[in-house]
């Protein structure tokens, strides 16, 4: 039995330091006493390869019948592109949201860009020309403030680590900066949208130019090696 002069306790281990105060136990080790640690449960189980081939498997066999479907049966459109949209967005979702280990923001940012293309792509091949437009002009921008309010949101609502979302929220910001360089070519005819988009992100800078000034000088550094 080892004691601990500074927590005031007994302790029966033959570890060198106190496991409450990491200070050195006093006393002389026990050869009989053997150490039993309890085994080690994962909380979450691990996902098998094969899981993850088998959905990847369904994702293409799906996407290979509609497209079989939609030619055999030519109608002049191809409609298959909505389904199989909605497929690999799923299809992400269950990869890369659920099955994957990456950060929330990591899975933020990839979902919220893969359905702004969707549907942009849905977008232009069946809307009719006088309507089209609506993809670019509010989904586009609005589901990057959403995608910026949520990573702002989990970092203050968790207390996670900055540093570790920082670069996360930095591409999203120069993503907003993509619909005010269309309204500039006229290719986003609704301005309003992109410009709080746009707004949202500067101040989010803003914030973290003012009160995290080191993180981000040092998150930039680990990035890109300088």
Not at 80 to 107: C, D, E, H, T
Not at 111 to 122: E, G, H, K, R, S
Request: glycine share 2%.
């Amino acid at each position: 039995m080892k004691y601990c002069d500074k927590c005031h306790v007994d302790v029966q281990t033959n570890q060198k330091y106190c496991p409450l105060c990491h200070q050195v136990l006093q006393g002389d080790n026990d050869e009989t006493w053997i150490e039993l640690y309890p085994k080690f449960i994962p909380l979450r189980r691990e996902v098998l390869p094969l899981t993850k081939k088998i959905i990847l498997f369904i994702t293409i066999v799906a996407i290979a019948v509609l497209l079989a479907i939609n030619l055999t049966a030519w109608e002049g459109k191809l409609w298959s592109l909505i389904p199989i949209g909605s497929i690999l967005y799923v299809f992400m979702i269950v990869r890369y949201g659920v099955l994957s280990r990456q950060n929330i923001a990591f899975k933020l940012a990839l979902l919220t860009t893969a359905l702004i293309l969707i549907l942009n792509m849905i977008d232009q091949q069946f809307t009719e020309p006088e309507a089209r437009g609506w993809a670019i002009n509010y989904v586009t921008p609005l589901a990057l403030l959403s995608c910026n309010v949520a990573i702002s949101a989990i970092i203050w609502i968790r207390r996670i680590n900055f540093r570790d979302y920082i670069f996360y929220l930095l591409t999203i910001m120069v993503f907003s900066l993509v619909p005010i360089i269309l309204c500039l070519f006229n290719i986003v005819t609704v301005v309003w949208p992109s410009l709080a988009a746009f707004g949202l992100a500067i101040f989010i800078l803003l914030i973290i130019v003012f009160f995290f000034p080191k993180s981000i000088k040092d998150e930039i550094k680990k990035r890109f090696h300088f």
